[in-house]
């Protein structure tokens, strides 16, 4: 199994500023990597797929990157409604998806 | 716009079986894999399995106790886990999996149900 590992846990930040996110994978994933957000009371939104692509309607702010084993989710300056929880998630072993821990921003 | 609904039982007794449905609205069900995902409580995501065009996939720690279906008439798919215990106790979701015959973000989640907790309690 592909094991995931985000980092920091807690980002604490304030509006405006940057926000870099990161997710490593114990073994390669190439670029199968996606990034999602979830708000309380909600299922997560995807935002990222195949390492850097933006998926539907998701802002310019959002960015993706990495290959391999590194990946980093920048998001380029932090509007209020970003503050949520990010989760990495890697499909190099479909069906066997796995999922990070999550990683939660948080209003500094 | 898809939309995806999750609807079942709050409350299962252990040792009982959990079932789930998940309504689709404003899309197709072709080309897609349907999915069922759980959340415990403070805990991260586990992907439970999939159905596609009438076959199947789980996640092996799952397997001997998941069902997956569909039921293309009505746009739904459904979740049995039989034998349930404290430990199933979650919120579940169901999600759609774009296919290989569909731009843009194939075999990743891109569509969301907003989840329904299911505890596991006597």
């Known amino acids: 199994e592909v094991v995931l590992t985000q980092s920091p846990a807690t980002l604490s930040l304030s509006p405006g500023e940057g926000a870099t996110l990161s997710c490593r994978a114990s073994q390669n994933v190439a670029n199968y990597l996606a990034w999602y957000q979830q708000k309380p009371g909600q299922g997560p939104r995807l935002l990222i797929y195949d390492a850097s692509n933006r998926a539907t309607g998701i802002p310019a702010r959002f960015s993706g990157s990495g290959s391999g084993t590194d990946f980093t989710l920048t998001i380029s300056s932090l509007e209020p409604e970003d503050f949520a929880l990010y989760y990495c998630q890697q499909r190099s072993t479909w069906p066997l998806i796995t999922f990070g821990q999550g990683t939660r921003l948080e209003i500094k | 716009q898809v939309q995806l609904q999750e609807a079942g039982p709050g409350l299962v007794k252990p040792s009982e079986t959990l079932s789930l449905t998940c309504t689709v609205s404003?899309?197709?069900?072709?080309?897609?894999?349907w999915s069922w995902i759980r959340q415990p409580p403070g805990k991260g995501l586990e992907w439970i399995g999939y159905?596609?065009?009438?076959?199947?996939n789980y996640n092996p720690s799952l397997k001997s106790r998941v069902t997956i279906s569909r039921d293309t008439s009505q746009n739904q798919f459904s979740l049995r886990v039989t034998s349930v215990t404290a430990a199933d106790t979650a919120v579940y979701y169901c999600?759609?999996?774009?296919?290989?015959?569909?731009?843009?973000?194939?075999?990743?989640?891109?569509?969301w149900g907003q989840g329904t907790l299911v505890i596991v309690s006597s």
């Open positions: 404003g899309g197709s069900f072709n080309h897609y894999y």
């Open positions: 999600a759609r999996v774009p296919g290989i015959a569909v731009a843009g973000a194939q075999y990743y989640f891109d569509n």
């Open positions: 159905v596609y065009r009438g076959s199947t």
